[in-house]
């Protein structure tokens, strides 16, 4: 199975400040028809996970632009480039490029 | 809109089984497949299996094999994840997710059910 490895807490950052998580994974994600299918998911205490970027980079529907992800094969991020109040809350790495999907164990964004 | 609504809150012994139910709205049904998703309490996520709305097709997590049935009744678009032999580490949320047949992500997801195992 593929592993995902995220930092358990993110560095601590100041509102309006930017702040990124990284995602390893185990191996490429690259899959046969050329894309490569890792994700970041955002939950907030006693919500479910919901989607923010997709395809390492696209921006699901309603989420906003302060949000972006990068990365190619093994090597991830996701940026925010202004934390505000609402973005507290636990974010996932999940790749589904092969089965079984896996996720990251999650970065719990710290707030300074 | 699209919506994932689950089905409420079950409690059950050890070594009973339990089936959840994802009701989908706002969109096509058959042309999305559904993965189910659990987080136990304190902890992080883990896929369970995913189910296509177009045929069927069924993909398990190996730990599960053997305990975890999915299905889907495409006349109410409804997804259903049945699990057997309940242990107490079972005992989490039940979470569906969309996922795009194209572009596999988890893009629409269900409120969750809470499922305890307790004798």
């Known amino acids: 199975d593929i592993v995902l490895t995220q930092p358990p807490l993110s560095s601590p950052v100041t509102l309006g400040q930017p702040t990124s998580i990284s995602c390893r994974s185990s191996?490429?994600?690259?899959?046969?028809?050329?894309?490569?299918?890792l994700s970041w998911l955002h939950q907030r205490p006693g919500q479910p996970p919901r989607l923010l970027i997709y395809k390492i980079s696209n921006r699901f529907s309603g989420v906003p632009d302060r949000f972006s992800g990068s990365g190619a094969g093994t090597d991830f991020t996701l940026k925010i480039s202004r934390v505000e109040a609402e973005d507290v809350g636990v974010y996932y790495c999940m790749q589904a490029a092969h089965f079984p999907y896996t996720f990251g164990q999650g970065t719990k964004l710290e707030i300074k | 809109q699209v919506h994932l609504v689950q089905s409420g809150a079950e409690v059950k012994k050890p070594g009973a089984s339990v089936k959840v139910s994802c009701k989908a709205s706002g969109y096509t049904f058959t042309t999305y497949g559904i993965s189910w998703v659990r987080q136990a309490p304190g902890q992080g996520l883990e896929w369970m299996g995913w189910i296509s709305g177009y045929n069927g097709n069924t993909k398990y997590a190996q730990k599960l094999q053997g305990r975890v049935t999915l299905t889907t009744d495409t006349s109410t678009s409804t997804a259903f994840l049945e699990l057997r032999g309940l242990r107490s580490d079972d005992t989490a949320v039940y979470y569906c997710?969309?996922?795009?047949?194209?572009?596999?992500?988890?893009?629409?997801w269900g409120q969750g059910t809470t499922v305890t195992v307790s004798s």
């Open positions: 191996q490429s994600l690259l899959h046969s028809d050329g894309n490569t299918y």
């Open positions: 997710a969309r996922e795009p047949t194209l572009e596999p992500s988890m893009d629409v």
